[in-house]
């Protein structure tokens, strides 16, 4: 069984909104912290959003005030609600879950305890 499996992804124009869901089995998503990141093609990594598991967010500069993170405890799910998505936006997203939110830092990715196959936003201008 994949831990982490994401949704949502797909093709937009510059302006508009994505949803981007990561279903996770409830041990996990009870008690771990969850979060998101993305690579561009030819670019490094970088850490989008994280989210405790009592609900406190961080975000990236670059997408502040444009994404929002959640969790739905209901269905196990962590979303990512994407507005105004810019070109520059495109990438591969991609979910992730660890014991602290400390751990959810790009310079640490290959060692984040839970980490999603990946899915593909493309945002055209």
């Given amino acids: 069984q ?11 124009q510059a302006g508009g909104s994505l949803r981007l ?6 041990y996990i998503f009870s008690s771990y912290c969850m979060g998101w990141f993305r690579q561009a093609p030819g670019k490094e990594r970088e850490g989008v959003s ?12 670059s997408i ?10 209901a269905k196990n799910t962590l979303d990512l609600q994407m507005n105004n998505l ?5 990438a591969m997203y991609y979910c992730a879950a660890d014991r602290g939110c400390s751990a959810l830092d790009v310079r640490f990715w290959w060692t984040i ?11 055209s201008s």
Avoid at 21 to 26: H, W
Avoid at 50 to 61: E, H, K, M, N, P
Avoid at 64 to 73: K, L, Q, V
Avoid at 113 to 123: L, M, Y
């Fill in 2 to 12: 994949v831990p982490l499996v994401e949704s949502g992804g797909g093709s937009v």
């Fill in 21 to 26: 869901s990561c279903a996770a089995s409830e």
């Fill in 50 to 61: 994280s989210i405790t598991t009592d609900g406190r967010a961080t975000y990236a500069d």
């Fill in 64 to 73: 502040r005030g444009r994404f929002t993170i959640s969790r739905d405890n």
């Fill in 86 to 90: 810019k070109p520059e936006d495109t």
């Fill in 113 to 123: 305890r839970f980490r999603g196959q990946g899915t593909q936003v493309t945002v």
